[in-house]
């Protein structure tokens, strides 16, 4: 064993690489984490500055050159954007959070039992209906705005959050059907035959084993849902038409038009709307870069 274990040590040293490989690689990550880095801050200046500049006094937002850090930070702009409306701005985030939590709710659930039997049920015209479901896409949202206002007023349910909300409960999310159809092929089937040998049904199997299995894509799906609700602005702009039911996204367009003169104010709405996104994606951000990059190798 010794001797085996000596005849093949110069064997592993031949192998090594040299230290001036070792060193240029050390170097191109070091050069290429300091680009990262640097792209990450260009992106970031302009958020960086609308929350800077959310406490500071109207004379110092526009001087020449830019002035970062402002000489008395006025916390008093955020209660003034957070009071100037009748109902307050709470109501706004109120409607916001009801609408984004139903609706995102709605998008994951019906996206997975679509997504289910598109990827684990053998029935007929499977993968033509999914085809004919991946061809919608190439449909624009404009075409259908027209027919689904008329649809909707028919309902009676202009003014009020169904619109935003119902719709997505019935799988109507294309692309989170397809990522979650990627991500459920795979998983082995193995796992569904021997819960059906033992008794489950197929209701059982996919809310016991296939969802916990599913945690990084149906992450994915909940934040790329959240985010697009929360920031929808064409929706409640169309179907909501009292401020009693106003979204974020609608205050601070109004915002913008009543008071284009008081930018602080706009800065100071902006920011409280870009909170809650960013603790959501911190939160989310491991399972979130999880599910995009499983979905991408098919689960694997």
Do not use: C
Not at 30 to 51: D, E, R
Not at 122 to 143: C, D, I, N
Not at 190 to 208: F, K, Y
Not at 237 to 243: A, G, K
């Amino acid at each position: 064993m010794n001797i085996a274990a000596k005849s093949f040590r110069p064997m592993r040293t031949a192998f090594r690489r040299p230290s001036w490989v070792r060193i240029r690689e050390v170097a191109m990550l070091v050069a290429l984490q300091i680009f990262m880095t640097l792209l990450v801050i260009s992106f970031l200046v302009p958020t960086i500055w609308m929350v800077l500049s959310s406490f500071k006094a109207s004379t110092e937002l526009f001087v020449h050159p830019i002035k970062w850090l402002p000489d008395e930070w006025l916390w008093g702009n955020y209660v003034r954007a957070a009071t100037v409306f009748p109902v307050g701005f709470q109501r706004f985030a109120l409607n916001t959070l009801i609408i984004t939590s139903a609706a995102t709710l709605g998008t994951v659930l019906s996206s997975v039992v679509v997504a289910y039997s598109f990827a684990r049920l053998r029935w007929p015209g499977r993968e033509f209906f999914f085809g004919l479901l991946l061809a919608t896409v190439m449909l624009p949202e404009v075409v259908t705005l027209v027919p689904r206002f008329i649809m909707f007023r028919n309902f009676k349910w202009v003014g009020t959050f169904l619109p935003l909300t119902a719709p997505f409960w019935f799988g109507t999310a294309t692309f989170y059907v397809f990522l979650i159809r990627q991500f459920l092929r795979g998983i082995p089937m193995e796992l569904e035959d021997a819960a059906r040998i033992d008794g489950a049904s197929r209701l059982r199997t996919l809310w016991q084993i296939l969802m916990p299995l599913s945690k990084p894509v149906l992450a994915t799906v909940a934040v790329f849902s959240a985010l697009q609700h929360y920031n929808d602005f064409m929706g409640p702009l169309i179907y909501l038409n009292r401020m009693d039911t106003w979204t974020m996204a609608l205050a601070v367009r109004s915002y913008n038009s009543q008071y284009a003169a008081q930018w602080e104010m706009i800065f100071a709405v902006s920011t409280m709307m870009l909170i809650p996104m960013v603790l959501l994606f911190i939160v989310a951000q491991r399972y979130f870069v999880r599910g995009i990059t499983m979905t991408g190798f098919g689960g694997q």
